[in-house]
Each structure stands twice: as structure tokens, then as C-alpha cells.
């Protein structure tokens, strides 16, 4: 007896809302209309706000917890603009309550969440600490659009991200809280990446994604005194997390 060939399966695309599609048409118009000349104050502030309504969209839709959720509030007239960098231990969440605290004194303010960082599943080794720092710049360069002082905030990992997007932007200054600079890895991991032998697959197979986070600490350390905009850290002793070296080294080779 014939029997029927089943259908072969086909992968569901992934579909948005309508306001989260035409929100997102807006933020690309926008974009495209103005192209790299830099917005208007009013531009400005029209660009973020489009930009924070399909954040909110965009992580509504994935069901994104509260503290794991990006912060974006902006004002007319700010007196410049902030952008908080998390960590691989920390999330948005910790640093929801120090950038209330700058835009309620003026600035506008964004904490980028970076996917896969500071989250309890095991996805950090899929990414690299590169595509990290793009997505951080695509945020600078954001806040960047209409002029003005932007200053970058970093923690943990973030602050190591922070120094290289001032390696690359026109920032204004950074803060770096419990700066992860200098790895608490053995001398042998750290001489393994200064090599660059940890792209081995054999070796980064016993290294796992600490040796990506260790590269991206690698690069920053060289190229700290070449920075010019001041410098503001601080780190506690104790730190359980952040090598405390790490505040050290940056006051041994930082010009500010």
C-alpha cells in the first residue's frame, strides 16, 4: 500500500509586530535621509526617541527581563550625552540606577546591553569581543550623531571595551569602575594569547572564551598612553572579579 511522503519541514521565518516594523522603517529613514552629516538638536532628539521606542519594541517582543533590558533616555537640551558599557558578569541592571542619576543631572543616557554578556546561558564563547566592541561603537556613534561631549562608561570587561572605543571615537572621557584590565589568569594562558597561539583549536579548546575576553585585555594594555582623554577608576581592593592590578597598570601608563 502507498503510503504518503510527509512534507519536508521549512523553517518559520521570524516575524515582527507591525509597530515594531514601522518603527524600525523610521529608524532606517531617518538614518538614510540624513545620511554623515551630523542632526540637528531636533534631529538629535527625534533619532534617539525613534531609536528607544523600537528598543523597547524590539526587547518586548524577545520578553527580555526588566533588568536585563537596554536603558535609553534622552531630553532636549541635554549638556551631553553618556554611554554605560556592561560587563560579563553584569548586566544593564547595574548600571540602571548610576545612569538615572546622570540623566537626572543633565545627560542623556544609554546602556547598551550586549547580548551575550552577562547573561547564565553558555553563549559567550559564540561571539567575540570585537563584535562587542561594534556593537558599543554603533551605540557612541549614535549618541555622537548631533554634537556634543559624549562620555563612555565602563564596568568590569565594559571598562577594557571602553578604552578601545576611545582608541577609535571622539570621546570625551571615561569612567572605569572596577576596570577588568589585567586577567587573574596564570602566566602561561597570558603568554599563550600574546602569542596569539590561543586561536589554536586545541588550545582555545582548554582555554575556552577566557581567552577571547584576555585577547581583548591584551590589545587595550598596549595601546592605554595613547589615549588622551581623561581617565576616571576606581576599584576596590577586594574585588572578586576584576584583578585589582588591573587600576595599577592603568595609572602606571595613562597620560590623564
Known amino acids: 500500500?502507498?503510503?504518503?511522503?510527509?512534507?519536508?519541514?521549512?523553517?518559520?521565518?521570524?516575524?515582527?509586530?507591525?509597530?515594531?516594523?514601522?518603527?524600525?522603517?523610521?529608524?532606517?529613514?531617518?538614518?538614510?535621509?540624513?545620511?554623515?552629516?551630523?542632526?540637528?538638536?531636533?534631529?538629535?532628539?527625534?533619532?534617539?526617541r525613534t531609536h528607544q521606542k523600537l528598543l523597547a519594541s524590539f526587547e518586548?517582543?524577545?520578553?527580555?527581563?526588566?533588568?536585563?533590558?537596554?536603558?535609553?533616555?534622552?531630553?532636549?537640551?541635554?549638556?551631553g550625552s553618556c554611554l554605560f558599557i556592561h560587563g560579563v558578569s553584569t548586566g544593564p541592571g547595574d548600571l540602571?540606577?548610576?545612569?538615572?542619576?546622570?540623566?537626572?543631572?543633565?545627560?542623556?543616557?544609554?546602556?547598551?546591553?550586549?547580548?551575550?554578556?552577562?547573561?547564565?546561558?553558555?553563549?559567550?564563547?559564540?561571539?567575540?569581543?570585537?563584535?562587542?566592541?561594534?556593537?558599543?561603537?554603533?551605540?557612541?556613534?549614535l549618541l555622537a550623531r548631533g554634537g556634543g561631549?559624549?562620555?563612555?562608561?565602563?564596568?568590569?570587561?565594559?571598562?577594557?571595551?571602553?578604552l578601545h572605543v576611545a582608541l577609535k571615537e571622539s570621546v570625551s572621557s571615561l569612567l572605569l569602575l572596577a576596570p577588568a584590565i589585567m586577567p587573574r589568569e596564570n602566566f602561561l594562558q597570558r603568554l599563550l594569547v600574546r602569542l596569539k597561539l590561543h586561536h589554536l583549536k586545541f588550545v582555545h579548546g582548554w582555554m575556552g572564551w577566557n581567552a577571547d575576553l584576555m585577547e581583548g585585555m591584551d590589545r587595550a594594555r598596549g595601546k592605554i598612553g595613547k589615549i588622551k582623554v581623561p581617565i576616571y577608576a576606581a576599584q576596590c581592593d577586594d574585588?572578586?572579579?576584576?584583578?585589582?592590578?588591573?587600576?595599577?597598570?592603568?595609572?602606571?601608563?595613562?597620560?590623564?
Not at 31 to 44: F, I, L, V, W, Y
Not at 96 to 113: D, H
Not at 239 to 256: E, I, T
Open 1 to 48: 500500500m502507498a503510503t504518503a511522503t510527509p512534507a519536508p519541514a521549512v523553517a518559520k521565518p521570524f516575524t515582527t509586530d507591525p509597530d515594531t516594523q514601522a518603527r524600525t522603517l523610521s529608524a532606517w529613514d531617518l538614518a538614510r535621509t540624513r545620511k554623515k552629516q551630523p542632526d540637528t538638536p531636533r534631529g538629535q532628539i527625534m533619532t534617539l
Open 60 to 79: 518586548d517582543e524577545r520578553g527580555i527581563t526588566a533588568s536585563d533590558r537596554s536603558y535609553l533616555r534622552v531630553k532636549e537640551g541635554a549638556k
Open 96 to 141: 540602571k540606577e548610576l545612569a538615572e542619576q546622570f540623566f537626572q543631572a543633565g545627560f542623556n543616557v544609554y546602556v547598551l546591553r550586549l547580548p551575550d554578556y552577562g547573561t547564565p546561558e553558555n553563549t559567550i564563547s559564540e561571539i567575540t569581543w570585537e563584535s562587542a566592541l561594534n556593537q558599543a561603537r554603533q551605540c557612541f556613534q
Open 149 to 162: 561631549k559624549v562620555h563612555v562608561v565602563g564596568m568590569g570587561f565594559g571598562a577594557t571595551l571602553a
Open 239 to 256: 574585588d572578586d572579579r576584576a584583578c585589582p592590578g588591573s587600576l595599577r597598570f592603568l595609572q602606571r601608563k595613562s597620560q590623564n
